[in-house]
Each structure stands twice: as C-alpha cells, then as structure tokens.
C-alpha cells in the first residue's frame, strides 16, 4: 500500500522560504511521475510543479518559475520542493501526487508530466503554506 506524507509547511512571512518533503512508503518514487499540487480556499486544485519518472523533466506553474524547485532525494525516497521568495498569494494546502506508469518507453524519457490532478493515483493528506504579507 503506497502512502505519501507531506511535511514542512508552516507560516511564513513574504519573501522567506520553505522546504517541503513527502515521504513515500510502499513503492520507490524512483520510477514514478511526482507532482506538488495545491488549492487555496474556493479555488481549484492547481499543479505547482512535477518531475517525471526519468528526473530528466520538470514543470512548473508561470507563476512559481524562478521562485520554486522541484526535486527527488531517491535514497531517502521523497519528494522536495524548495520555496523561496514566498508571496502571499502562494497561501495554500500544498498535496503531494504520485503515478506509477504501466510502461517506460524511451519515447517518454523526456515526456513532461501531467497537470491534470486526475492523473495521479495517490495524494497525500497535504500541509498548509500560509504566506502573510
């Protein structure tokens, strides 16, 4: 049984940092598409930024380029997003999302993954990230 938990949300004020982790059990996130979703109150769930299986591609909403970063500690089996120069309009519950591809074709090495929440098979129960201005 796969399970992901998050860590390391927080309030912050604008222009600081956070690190968030997700922690997998189960199943290696080596071979998975990963992903930081988040949704603010009366909004919809939105994608922050993903890594694919291969580690070789990386998305990010316009809004958080430069700003955040995606990653993948394989050893220690987690997911991290660094978050730097926060704003307050990144207040949100931060979710993490993985999916385990049926196959790994090299067409794919480079496939950007999806920004469709749909898509990923399991979520963490997701931190709160409270940015005041």
């Known amino acids: 049984q796969v399970q992901l938990v998050e860590s390391g949300g927080g309030l912050v004020q604008a222009g600081g940092s956070l690190r968030l982790s997700c922690v997998a059990s189960?199943?290696?996130?080596?071979?998975?598409?990963m992903g930081w979703f988040r949704q603010a109150p009366g909004k919809e769930r939105e994608l922050v930024a993903s890594?694919?299986?291969?580690?070789?591609?990386?998305d990010y909403v316009d809004s958080v380029k430069g700003r955040f970063s995606i990653s993948r500690d394989n050893a220690k089996n987690t997911l991290i997003l660094q978050m730097n120069s926060l704003k307050p309009e990144d207040t949100a519950v931060y979710y993490c999302?993985?999916?385990?591809?049926?196959?790994?074709?090299?067409?794919?090495?480079?496939?950007?993954?999806?920004?469709?929440?749909?898509?990923?098979?399991?979520w963490g129960q997701g931190t709160q990230v409270t940015v005041s201005s």
């Open positions: 999302a993985a999916d385990w591809p049926r196959q790994y074709p090299l067409s794919d090495y480079f496939r950007i993954p999806s920004r469709i929440p749909s898509s990923y098979n399991y």
């Open positions: 189960g199943r290696t996130v080596r071979n998975a598409d």
């Open positions: 890594i694919n299986w291969s580690g070789e591609s990386t």
